[in-house]
């Protein structure tokens, strides 16, 4: 009996353990299912996202939910989204003047494409684990992709750069010229330049943030002081020997006539110590002129008519028609030797009263007002095209605010006295001379020399590459022609001028 109870008492004891480990054995078998079952489910999972042809949820690209879109859902999308927030241009303001940049001209976009491209990648670049953590924290916090902004620098960098020319109260530097066999010397002005390189920065700033790019950015300056006055400079520049002019045949070749010139530099040292602060100083010059000049040569030393060009003028208006007639006599009969470079602000002179200028309407501080010399432009813009006509290579020139009425877009060519010259370089073989004529409403240059066999017809070709309401935007060529075609065109400017 006692056996039986002790053999009762182990089974009981067997038993409970034998549920007891079926128990056991179950769960690890329902945990390895289930696990089985997650890995499954899991590389299931990350099979059909790495081979996904959409973006996964919890994705934007510069604040647009691109989400569940395939690529070229994406590009669209955003592409279709920016161009609406954007304003295609940046307002640039300057005390009471405005300015604008052109989104297009400095070829400012976005690298949509790229972004979409890594948009796409997430959770689809590394291994299992860090796809699955990387998919996993896109959904629960969302990623917000900035595109990539590119932009031509070169173009921003030069307009800015031209903007600064048009600012009212710019720098003005020392000058000089000649006025009545005498040297004019103009001090320099204090003037503003604009911070070119904070100002990139903020219209950068300001394009790749959609919203403010629709806001005004004030244009940073700083004072601008000009060069002290180099007199040793001015004489080396004035300063010339006197010698006869003389023409041959045979070779043809032609020998300008040189009138010395010559001033006292330690006397005009001396004005300046006495007054540093003077509006200008000026000098007596010692002429000595030639037994021989270029006029007296005759039309045999420039037998030939290179290029002309003429421009319209209301004769009726008698103070502009004066500067008109007072410039282009300053430039009749000039003639530039080969290799020299011609100034109009330094042959035509400052524009004063006492040089007998009127006040005529001209382009100023962002509008047209009247100011003395108002109407001389004409006369540098009908030059600048006689000058390309001739093969000039020019060697400064700027076009005007606003279109000019006698002149196409892109045809132009503004002066400013001691900011802004036009100059041009006679790279033909020969010396040229120029000869005007401004009379009953026609404004008339033409440049002589001798013409060679392998001459173009030239002349300056534009055409208009952006029009807003607020500006225009255009480029000019030099047009080569050959029996009435043309054969090539080279690049010359282009130009941004403010619409009225």
Known sequence: MPDFEIFKGN??????????????????????????????????????????????????IKGINVSGLNREEAISLVENELKSQMNDHIELTYKNYNYYVEVEQIEAKFDIEASVDFAFSIAKTGDFFQDMQEYISVLMSNIDIEPILTYNDEALTKYLENIEAFLPDKLEQPAYYVEDKELIITNGVNGVGIEIEDLKEMIVSAIQDISYSKSYLNIPTYIQYPDPIDV????????????????????????????????????????????????????DLIYTTANVTVNDLGKEAFPDLISTFSTKYVASNVDRTTNLKLAAEKIDGTVIMPGEIFSYNKVVGKRTIAAGYKNAAIYQDGGVTDGLGGGICQISTTLYNAAIAANMEIEERRNHMFVPSYADAGKDATVVWGSTDFKFKNR???????ETSVSGGIATISIYGLKTDDEYELSIESRTIKSTATSLVVESYRAYKKDGVVVKRDKLYTDTYKKH
Not at 25 to 47: E, K, N, P, Q, T
Not at 252 to 280: C, S
Request: net charge negative; glycine share 4%.
């Open 232 to 283: 040793e400079q001015i004489h080396d520049e004035v300063y010339r020997e006197v010698e006869d002019a003389y023409f041959t045949t045979e070779p043809y070749a032609v020998f300008a006539d040189v009138t010395g010139i010559d001033f006292d530099t330690d006397k005009v040292k001396n004005m300046i110590d006495e007054e540093p602060e003077a509006e200008e100083y000026v000098v």
């Open 11 to 60: 089974t009981k004891k067997v038993l409970k353990m034998f549920r007891h480990d079926n128990i056991l054995l179950v769960f690890v078998i329902l945990l390895a299912i289930v696990i089985g079952i997650l890995i499954a489910s899991g590389m299931m999972f990350y099979y059909n996202q790495q081979n996904s042809s959409t973006i996964q949820s919890g994705v934007y």
């Open 428 to 434: 033909r073989d020969y010396p040229i001379k120029i």
